[in-house]
């Protein structure tokens, strides 16, 4: 990434470029991501090239759009890097209710700073149900954040499953990953028949005070603890919905299933 580059990715997001490569630079730049680039599917349901790396990172500064796990900590990992922080790519499994899913179909990072007493920290910006800000990777107790209680429980195999207020989110394995590893899985969410983002439409956003998300034709606003719920009937109303909320501009939106799907079910904005 050159500078222009960097400069616009950090303006897509609304965050400061770092002075230090320390935790406060690294939760910033993590919060900023997470309330700026939102979840979603659409690229499935379009049927075009799902970009990873260097095109994910100019399809979130140019496009202005946002993506899947895949697309969106990847990308974030080249910000990093290019920013000076030490990156390392992991690869993970996702829990749909109690049972894992398909043996790669998670990325996250592990961040390290350069503090001489720093810690490694678990990095996820492309997941519905991720955290707001970076996760230590050596605690074992709760860590709290405004989109609930995270704890990290290390497994047998000297992997590490992730909870959100006691429910499992997803397991992910400790030891490096290459850049490429990610592409079989990406194929297989597009391709498969069984593939979660090939039969609804999923778009996240959270909010400082809230989230919003569109399931389908289902559009949920939380808000100050209220909640408000709003079916989407036209293909307008529905181009208008991923502006508004989510910054989306489609000159053609997908074909999603008749069917209204329910935004709270298991495994909600998960890749």
Known sequence: MDEELIDAYLE???AKRPERVDADSLRHLHERHVLS???ENLFFLL???IP???DAVKKIVHERRGGGCFELNSAFAMLLEALGFQVTLLAGCIYRGEVLDSPIGHLALRVETDEPDGHAWLVDVGQGSHSRWPMRLDLRTPQFDPHGAYLLDET????????????PLYRMEMRPRKIEFG???MW???TAPDSPFRNRLICVQPREDGKVTLANRVLVREQGGERTRERIVTEEGLKEALETWFGIHLDQVPKI???????AVAGEGRA
């Open 12 to 14: 897509r997001i609304g």
């Open 37 to 39: 680039v939102p979840f």
């Open 47 to 49: 049927g075009e090239p």
């Open 52 to 54: 990873y790396s260097l």
């Open 156 to 167: 047998p195999e000297g992997d590490i499953d992730v909870f959100r207020d006691g429910s």
């Open 183 to 185: 592409l079989p899985s």
């Open 188 to 190: 297989w969410y597009q």
């Open 257 to 263: 299933p008749g069917r209204t799907a329910a935004p």
